[in-house]
Each structure stands twice: as C-alpha cells, then as structure tokens.
C-alpha cells in the first residue's frame, strides 16, 4: 500500500498530540489546538510520504535489478552481438555473443569504447556515415570491418539505434564472414574462365568500367590461337583443355602491374597493356607470340600451335572499351589474313576496309534477288594431252555499286553473316541449269564441280537440295561433284553421313586446296573421297623450292597410292607442267590450259570439240 508511512505517522501524531495536549491543558484554546494539530498532521504525512518513497525507491530497484539479470540472462543465449553504450561511446553492456566477436571479456569490454573494436579508417568511416544518420534518422545499419582482440579482421552487419530518453546507443552485430567468402566465392566463378581460372570477359569489362575515367594509354591484346578448333577436334577435348590451361600460364608469365590477362573464351584471350607507348605494346606482342609458339607436351603428345593478335588503343581509337575490343578483334582478323602466327595495329586502313566490308555485306544480302551474280567456269584437263575432262564452276559478283568484286573479298563476309549458304545454293541450281541447256542443245556433257561451305553442311538440307535440284534438272549424278575444304575434316562427324549419301547417289567428292589444312590420312581414308587437288601454293613453288617439290610428290603418291584422282591447281609455266608429268600427275587447271570462262565461251571452245 503506498500510503502507509503517510497514515501511519500522521495517526501517530494525532494521538501523541492529544495526550500532550490533554496534559498541557492547551485544549482550552481552541485556535491554537487546531493549528498545533494541524502542523502535526502535515508533518507526520510529509514525514510519511519521504519513507514511502524510500521504500517505493527500493522495491523498485529490487525489481530492476532482477528483470536486469534477467535481461542479461537472456541476451546471452542469442548469437547477435549485443552492445550498450554511454554518451562517451564507452560501453556498459555487452552480451556473451558480443564478447566472444571481439574476444574480450566482460571486465575487458567495459573499459573500452566502440573506437576500439575498428581501424582508424574505419572509425573515420563509421562517424562520417554512420554516426552522422543516427543523430538525424536516430538509426543506421551498414557493414563494417571489425577486428578482434587477436587482431584478426571479421565481416560484419552492423545496426546502431538511439535508446529513447537516454543518450545511450545499442549496437546490433551479426558475423557475416562466411556469408561475404560464400557471396566473394560465388562472384568469382561468374567472373573468372572454370578452366582456365583466368578472369573473364566480365570481369574484363568490370575492370575497365572501373578505369574508364582514368587518362591513362591503355591498350587492348585481342589474342586467337591459330588452327585451335583443328587440335580440339582431331586430337579430343583432352588436349584442347590442357593446351588452353598452358596457354593461359604462359601468359601469366608476363602478368604484372601494368599487364593483366583475360580469357574471354574458347581459344581467345585479351592483355590489357597501362601505360605503354606504341613500341612497348609492339615489343608485348612479340612476346606473346614467341612464348606461344613454343612446342607443349600432353600425353605423351608434342603439339604446336601458333597466335594471331589484334591491337587497339586508348584515346587513338576511342574511349570505349567494349568498341575497344571489337576493334582488336578486327585487328586480329586482319592478322589472321596476313598468314596468322603476327600482330596488327588497328589502324586507318583496317578502318576503311571496315567501311567497305559493311558496305559489300548490304550489297550481298540483295545480290541474288537483283540477278548480280553469274557463274565462270575453269577447265581441268589431261596433263599429257590438255583434252578437257572436267569444269570447276566459280561464283563471280557484278554490283552496280562496286563494281566486279573478287571472291577472295566477298566469300568470307558470306561466311561471316550466313548469307554463303544463298549463295551456295543458287550457284548449285544455277550450275545444274546451264549443265541442262548444254545437255538440251546436244552437247556432251563433263564433270562439273561445285564448292559447298561448311554452313551448307550444318544445315543439313545439302543432300536433299543436291537430290531435288538435279532431279528438276534431268542431270545424272555421276555428272556433278561437290569440292570441300580440307579443314571441313575436322567436322568429321557433321560431314560423313552427307557425304556418304552423296557418294552413294553418284555425286562425286573433292578435297579442295589439299596440304594447306590439317589432314589426317586415316580420316581422307575413311571418308567417300574421288579427288584430291592440290594447293596452287605448293605449285608455285614447285621448281624453286626442294620441300614444296616433295610435298607435291608425297601428295600425288598417296592420292594415286588410294586410287584417287590427284587434280594440280594453278599450273601456269610449261616447267610446271612437264615437272608435275615427271611426278605422276595426270590432271591438272590453271591458266595454262585456261582462265576461268562464261558458259557460252566453254560452249563455243571446249565442248563443241568434244562433238567431233
């Protein structure tokens, strides 16, 4: 009851009074009997009051002190560390959890302040940031780097909050270091290659997002293993892993400060050089290509390959890396067309055949419907005598904008954009038609071949549209012949079934530019081949240089060792000629015998010959 001592001294005081005034006779004036009781009243309840406070005071305190252990009781079974702190930022209360974070003890922690659980850069952080939210927003959360009494550094999530009516803070703290490596971990994979474990192009463009202020020359390495799909394919994915792991060690041999190695994929690589002027990015390429090219041994296996690589550079060829990148890979392109195995700078005249190969790809995607290509035909012929024995039909392009452009410059944009297999087909129909009108006007008819890209095959409508488009034509298989590529027999799997059903239908099969790919006998051995025909390359220098004379040998010999058809391409000297009779040669095209020639010039010269 919280009136006791208030009831119980003025009640006593009450009775004392009337005894003592009762014995003092001052009961007989009235006034000052009031007043005198009157003041004992009022001091006995003041006197009253103070002692319920007292006892009020110490109850409570009793019961704060319990809910207090109570409290602490509880809080140290949770695995948030719990922190309390003073108006000095020094603490008062920390939970179990709180001090095995930090590593201090309970006596350890209270004379510490919130400053010593972080760096100093921290500390500088944390009052600028969050500090300066509490005071205005009376709350922050965030994460901060803590470090322990040992002096190790933990990732933390931290939540500090204003205590109402005090001036004291409480801090919340949650460890989340597995939680960051497990994030760090996750975000590593997605940013670096799984094989080769070097970063990849995400992180590249992360990097140089990062760098993209800076006015600093940098330069971009496009690097492309030369023939890679060609290892890949015919030795298995075995070897083409192990090559691209060594691959990428070598290149970290030249990693440093200024130099940093990506692997964007596949067999491409990117170095980006910082601070490097023209001659030291010149001297880094020839680097690169000099450790590249060095033999690698897998498997008992001694394999060489070789690079091509493309450069661009910042500010000479813009600000934006990811155009940056396309520029070197264009670069690279070019480097490739030089013969592989060297570098190219991008430069202005890259640029302007940029131009042009942009150009002459709108002008093909609208060729064929505009009726602008037309087809020439080169004769073969018999070494010994020149009689004709077979035609190559040769897509040739008129535009009404550029004029006459070579195949060499069109063929391989076709490739690039898709639009070879259009081409490829319309030359397949269009072949087949003026072989149906010579067929009409009674001439007899020769061997005439057609070259198919690899797109024509993986589409895997060849054979049919083959099928259909001599049926519609009236022309007999045995009449018609298809020349590949030789680094088509890398595709071996995409390629044999085709050819096998092609084989079997009576269309013949060539392997065009022989000795330039990457051959093995036991493929040309298992694949349904009629001809081999070897690269003008090797006849140019037939007489000039002894190892080019015995590749020629060693390929005639295994053509005629096979029974196969050996056809010489780009004969054009008599030397040249008598030489490839001395070896065994029996067929043979170049301008020689004749140049490439319109359906009604073969009409008129070669098979009205043929008629008598």
């Known amino acids: 009851m919280k009136y006791t001592w208030r009831l119980a001294l003025t009640a006593i005081l009450v009775i004392a009074n009337y005894f003592i005034f009762s014995n003092l006779e001052l009961g007989q004036s009235n006034t000052l009997s009031i007043i005198v009781f009157s003041t004992n009243v009022i001091i006995g309840w003041m006197l009253g009051n103070q002692l319920d406070k007292f006892v009020a005071s110490k109850k409570e305190l009793g019961s704060t002190q319990t809910t207090l ?4 009781f509880a809080l140290d079974f949770l695995s948030l560390g719990i922190g309390i702190t003073n108006e000095k930022g020094e603490f008062e209360f920390v939970n179990k959890a709180h001090q095995d974070l930090y590593g201090y003890n309970l006596k ?3 004379t510490k302040s919130w400053m010593d659980c972080y760096s100093p850069e921290t500390v500088e952080r944390l009052n600028n940031e969050a500090i300066t939210h509490l005071h205005i927003y009376g709350k922050w959360k965030g994460e901060a780097k803590g470090i322990r009494k040992d002096g190790s550094i933990f990732t933390q999530e931290l939540l500090i909050s204003n205590i109402e009516e005090s001036k004291k803070v409480i801090c919340v703290i949650r460890d ?4 960051q490596q497990y994030l760090n971990y996750i975000e590593h994979i997605a940013e670096h290659n799984d094989l080769t474990k070097l970063p990849n192009r995400r992180k590249l463009l992360s990097d140089l997002d990062n760098t993209k202020n800076e006015s600093i020359d940098t330069s971009v390495l496009f690097i492309d293993l030369d023939r890679f799909k060609i290892v890949n394919d015919t030795l298995g994915h075995n070897y083409g892993d192990k090559l691209l792991i060594s691959v990428a060690e070598r290149l970290l041999g030249i990693q440093n400060e200024h130099i940093k190695i990506y692997h ?10 910082r601070n490097g002027e023209y001659g030291y990015t010149e001297s880094i390429a020839v680097e ?14 001694e394999i060489s390959i070789t690079c091509s690589i493309g450069i661009s550079s910042k500010p000479e060829h813009g600000n934006n890396y990811e155009k940056l990148i396309e520029l070197a890979d264009i670069a690279m392109y070019h480097a490739k067309m030089e013969g592989k195995n060297t570098y190219k700078f991008f430069n202005e005249d890259i640029r302007k055949q940029l131009e042009r190969n942009l150009l002459i790809e709108n002008e093909l995607r609208r060729a064929i419907s505009n009726g602008e290509f037309f087809v020439n035909y080169q004769p073969k012929c018999n070494l010994v005598d020149s009689s004709l024995i077979g035609l190559e039909a040769l897509v040739r392009w008129n535009n009404p904008l550029l004029g006459i452009v070579s195949p060499a410059e069109f063929i391989p944009i076709a490739e690039e954009t898709g639009l070879i297999s259009d081409i490829g087909n319309w030359v397949i129909n269009e072949v087949l038609y003026q072989m149906n009108l010579w067929q009409s006007s009674g001439y007899p008819l020769v061997k005439v071949s057609v070259n198919v890209s690899q797109r024509q095959f993986k589409e895997n409508e060849l054979v049919d549209y083959i099928e259909n488009c001599l049926t519609t034509h009236n022309i007999e298989p045995q ?14 799997d ?3 079934s085709q050819l096998t059903s092609l084989k079997n239908m009576g269309v013949g099969i060539s392997i065009d530019d022989f000795g330039t790919g990457y051959s ?3 493929f040309i051995n298992l694949l349904p081949v009629d001809t081999l025909k070897i690269d003008q390359s090797f006849i140019r220098g037939l007489l000039c240089n002894r190892k080019n004379n015995l590749l020629v040998k060693t390929i005639i010999d295994i053509g005629n060792n096979l029974q196969l058809k050996v056809v010489a391409e780009g004969i054009e000297t008599e030397e040249q000629l008598k030489e490839l009779i001395n070896l065994n040669c029996h067929f043979g095209q170049g301008y020689l015998f004749s140049k490439p020639l319109a359906a009604d010039k073969i009409e008129s010269i070669l098979l009205k010959k043929l008629m008598f």
């Open 494 to 496: 995409l390629i044999i």
């Open 520 to 522: 093995s006998l036991n």
């Open 108 to 110: 350890e922690f209270l």
């Open 69 to 72: 252990v109570d409290y602490t």
């Open 288 to 301: 690169i290509i000099n450790i590249l090219k060095k033999p690698y041994s897998f498997f008992e296996k």
């Open 264 to 273: 964007l994929g596949g067999d491409e690589f990117i170095v980006i050089v």
């Open 176 to 179: 989340i270091t597995e939680q």
């Open 479 to 492: 009449h018609f012949e298809i020349e590949i590529t030789e680094s088509l027999i890398a595709d071996f």
